[in-house]
């Protein structure tokens, strides 16, 4: 996962970058209507201003630095213009957005002017680009030139609304001046679409591998800490010190009396300790903000130690403002030495904004070492409200624990007692890791769920004996030298973890140790070799990244992988069509690459190193469940059901995909401090997952704008058929069938709704749910209702 800066919005406008596209969205941006006439732009000419820029345009900067200007003194027609001009070397636009219809031909043309504009390393120049749409851009215009006409003739295919970019640089930076009139987007040409489809059973594709439905967790934001483990205290090992803007702690007393100690610390760096005065006034630490639920216990523990005079001790659990809203734990017999205190809790009452204070009234100094609080129907560390959504969500493989933040992680620093676990700062996002969830725990959380793990090492900052020790720490046997320390850790028997990754997106600068390919592809090797040298079982992922970086990869280290991991991300697109497309073509994209590369690549002969897509998913909105954790709404689903349905065409290349992540961050789960609810894109995969089949037949017809699969289940006794629906109406779908007879009803799973931004909120009652439709009709015609993905198990007549 590529990192990404936190979302500013400037002038109302929400950019953001996307690994290996700069794509950029609008919060709330709306396409322009047309006015009457061919030009489907609205102020083509910039003689309408909304303030300091033309009405209907915005600007957008990729790589700054540049000017954006309306010039009254220089046009093509008219008084105006449009301006850039960059000293230091931009990357930036002017942007419309445009409605269009969808599978049509259209014309894209405008004048462009340019001043001493240079290019600099891979950039264009001055041009007209469709964004977010490969290879759809007219010439560009560099140098010293007057008004130019440059144009683009396109299909629109599967968008029925682009963004216009008068673009300056583009892909690069450039330097220089160019200005944009009379910009005009006119159809040519539109084709009626009458969606029909017609299914084969009789001609089935290479199986569905069970791995499309795989799921990544990383140690970033609430993903793991504050969403799947259970722990309610942040910073528990107080990484940062008592009081710091950083530090979730509070003082009780005076602050001049809360010091943290670095010579006498439990675990890390140091402990708070706090000084009392002797004169009754309390002195303590704590944490609020905190969950608690009237009925419910809460269990944890403290390690703490305390001079004779500051005893007793007192521990707090309070929810509530009156004296009787806590439940007080006495600390009495402890010494200078630290010592481990069981904390049990049960709340009288519930609260959001509950607390744990930890104070006392006595003299002398107490220090605390670390301290832990969870709900006690924990299951072994794990929230039960969220393992019971993972376990519907059925996913059969996890690849864990990142991301790049595997990249500046030390596998160690997560076995052994977890008070003894260093706290550190996250290497690759913000906040604590506080390392409570390591390789026991995450094979643990595996065991819980039913599911394969897959786990990445370390080659971004670590070494190939690094991660040789942690293959034989978790597979080797008890007699070897990793096997008996894990056994001294409470394992005995190896887990035999199948899958594992060799970095994470190594081929970007933001990587923490990232290098060149060459240099990259001998330490892949290397890694490789002391990997399979302790288990030669383990299946291993490479890094890949379409393009240069896969292909070095493939030609150099083909011996030394079995898949070949590719990533995307895609933002909000305009026009629904146009946003749920997105998804499927970028899996077609890697698809297709890869399918070439068997053919042009020699390494490759008789070999089927086959596609790991481990992250894959929307990425855009603000962060509403902490860091990275964007909203997705009704429209994200039907992607990630198309998205699906292309994995399924593609069976016989992609062998695994992890949509990223699974639980906040960008997830297909969302939590509050006591719930758990399904996103519309984990209604998805849950559906699919649990219903659709196994082998996929053909469909062949011209069913745009729908999106249609079709696979078998059961050993061939039912017969699943799923369909998109991108569009606001209701669009009725004629189907023919061979190979096969039909019956005149099946069951449907339905996901629908009026809003394309309809959401589901945890612990409310949900927007957008799974309707089972027990006999729905079904046969030679479907009728699909508007924003649904419907899904069919159809009994075959024998």
């Known amino acids: 996962m590529k990192r990404i800066q936190r979302p500013a919005f400037v002038l109302g406008v929400f950019l953001f970058l996307l690994a290996g596209f700069g794509m950029f969205s609008r919060v709330g941006a709306r396409p322009q209507m047309p006015v009457s006439g061919s030009n489907a732009i609205v102020n083509p000419s910039f003689e309408e201003l909304a303030g300091d820029v033309p009405k209907g345009w915005r600007k957008a900067t990729w790589q700054p630095r540049a000017v954006f200007e309306v010039d009254s003194s220089v046009a093509h027609t008219g008084k105006r213009s449009v301006k850039i001009s960059s000293a230091d070397g931009g990357d930036v636009s002017w942007s419309a957005v445009v409605p269009v219809k969808p599978y049509s031909m259209y014309k894209l043309s405008g004048w462009i002017k340019t001043q001493d504009l240079k290019p600099v390393g891979g950039a264009k120049g001055a041009l007209f680009n469709l964004h977010g749409l490969d290879g759809f851009q007219t010439i560009a215009v560099t140098?010293?030139?007057?008004?130019?006409?440059?144009?683009?003739?396109?299909?629109?295919?599967?968008?029925?609304?682009?963004?216009?970019?008068?673009?300056?640089?583009?892909?690069?930076?450039?330097?220089?001046?160019?200005?944009?009139?009379?910009?005009?987007?006119e159809i040519v040409s539109t084709r009626t679409l009458n969606p029909r489809a017609a299914i084969d059973a009789s001609k089935t594709g290479a199986p569905i591998s069970k791995y499309i439905y795989g799921q990544f967790i990383e140690h970033l934001g609430r993903c793991i800490y504050q969403g799947i483990w259970a722990e309610m205290l942040e910073d528990r090992k107080f990484y940062?010190?008592?009081?710091?803007?950083?530090?979730?702690?509070k003082i009780i007393g005076d602050p001049r009396n809360v010091r943290m100690n670095p010579i006498l610390p439990y675990v890390g760096v140091h402990a708070p300790e706090i000084r009392l005065k002797g004169n009754g006034e309390a002195g303590g630490i704590y944490q609020?903000?905190?969950a608690a639920v009237k009925g419910k216990g809460y269990i944890g523990r403290i390690v703490i130690a305390a001079d004779p005079g500051a005893l007793p001790i007192q521990v707090s659990l309070i929810w509530g403002p009156g004296a009787a809203d806590r439940q007080t734990i006495n600390l009495s017999e402890l010494n200078s030495s630290y010592r481990s205190v069981p904390l049990n809790f049960n709340a009288e009452g519930s609260s959001e904004s509950g607390r744990l204070e930890i104070v006392s009234k006595g003299a002398e100094a107490f220090r605390v070492g670390t301290v832990s609080l969870m709900p006690a129907d924990n299951v072994d560390g794990f929230r039960p409200e969220v393992l019971k959504v993972l376990k519907e969500l059925d996913s059969p493989v996890y690849r864990w624990p990142g991301g790049n933040f595997v990249s500046g992680y030390n596998w160690k620093d997560g076995i052994g007692e977890s008070d003894r676990r260093p706290p550190r700062k996250n290497p690759a996002w913000l906040g604590v890791e506080h390392n409570d969830v390591g390789i026991h725990e995450f094979l643990n959380f595996c065991r819980l769920i039913g599911t394969d793990p897959y786990v990445s090492v370390n080659s971004g900052q670590g070494n190939e004996g690094l991660a040789a020790e942690e293959v034989e720490y978790v597979n080797g046997a008890a007699d070897t030298a990793m096997g008996k320390w894990r056994a001294g850790?409470?394992?005995?028997?190896?887990?035999?973890?199948?899958?594992?990754?060799?970095?994470?997106?190594?081929?970007?600068?933001?990587?923490?140790?990232?290098?060149p390919l060459q240099d990259y592809a001998k330490k892949h090797n290397r890694f490789a070799q002391a990997m399979w040298a302790k288990d030669?079982?383990?299946?291993?992922?490479?890094?890949?990244?379409?393009?240069?970086?896969?292909?070095?990869?493939?030609?150099?280290?083909?011996?030394?992988?079995n898949y070949l991991s590719e990533h995307f991300y895609c933002g909000e697109m305009p026009g629904l069509i146009s946003h749920v497309a997105q998804i499927p073509r970028n899996v077609r994209r890697i698809a297709e690459a890869h399918r070439k590369y068997r053919t042009t690549i020699p390494a490759l002969q008789g070999k089927?190193?086959?596609?790991?897509?481990?992250?894959?998913?929307?990425?855009?909105?603000?962060?509403?469940?902490?860091?990275?954790?964007?909203?997705?709404?009704l429209k994200d689903a039907l992607g990630i059901a198309a998205g699906l349905h292309e994995y399924f065409r593609q069976s016989d290349i992609i062998y695994m995909a992890n949509y990223a992540q699974t639980v906040n961050v960008i997830g297909a789960i969302?939590?509050?401090?006591?719930?758990?609810?399904?996103?519309?894109?984990?209604?998805?995969?849950?559906?699919?997952?649990?219903?659709?089949?196994?082998?996929?037949?053909?469909?062949?017809?011209?069913?745009?704008?729908?999106?249609?699969?079709?696979?078998?289940?059961?050993?061939?006794?039912?017969?699943t058929v799923a369909v998109v629906n991108p569009t606001k109406t209701a669009l009725t779908l004629p189907l023919s069938f061979s190979g096969v007879s039909i019956p005149k009803s099946a069951k449907l799973y339905l996901i629908t709704g009026t809003d394309e931004k309809a959401y589901n909120e945890p612990g409310k009652e949900p927007a957008v749910k799974i309707q089972e439709i027990n006999s729905a009709p079904f046969g030679t015609k479907l009728t699909l209702p508007p924003i649904s993905v419907s899904l069919y198990e159809v009994q075959v007549v024998k």
């Not at 609304?161 to 673009?167: D, I, P, T």
């Not at 079982?537 to 011996?559: D, H, P, Q, R, Y």
């Open 143 to 185: 140098g010293t030139q007057d008004w130019t006409k440059v144009e683009l003739v396109f299909d629109t295919e599967a968008n029925d609304a682009v963004q216009v970019n008068c673009l300056f640089g583009g892909w690069g930076k450039a330097t220089g001046t160019a200005w944009y009139d009379d910009v005009e987007l």
């Open 240 to 249: 940062y010190p008592v009081a710091d803007k950083e530090s979730p702690w």
């Open 288 to 290: 609020d903000n905190l």
């Open 489 to 515: 850790n409470g394992r005995s028997e190896p887990w035999g973890v199948k899958f594992w990754s060799i970095g994470n997106e190594m081929y970007g600068n933001w990587q923490l140790g990232y290098m």
């Open 536 to 561: 030669s079982s383990i299946k291993l992922i490479a890094v890949g990244a379409v393009g240069t970086w896969s292909e070095g990869m493939l030609a150099n280290c083909a011996e030394a992988m």
């Open 608 to 633: 089927d190193i086959r596609v790991a897509l481990d992250e894959w998913n929307y990425w855009y909105g603000p962060y509403v469940y902490g860091e990275l954790g964007t909203r997705y709404f």
């Open 670 to 719: 969302k939590t509050t401090k006591t719930a758990a609810e399904f996103e519309t894109t984990g209604l998805v995969l849950k559906l699919y997952r649990a219903h659709y089949g196994t082998i996929p037949v053909k469909v062949s017809g011209a069913a745009e704008p729908l999106d249609v699969a079709a696979a078998w289940k059961d050993g061939k006794k039912v017969l």
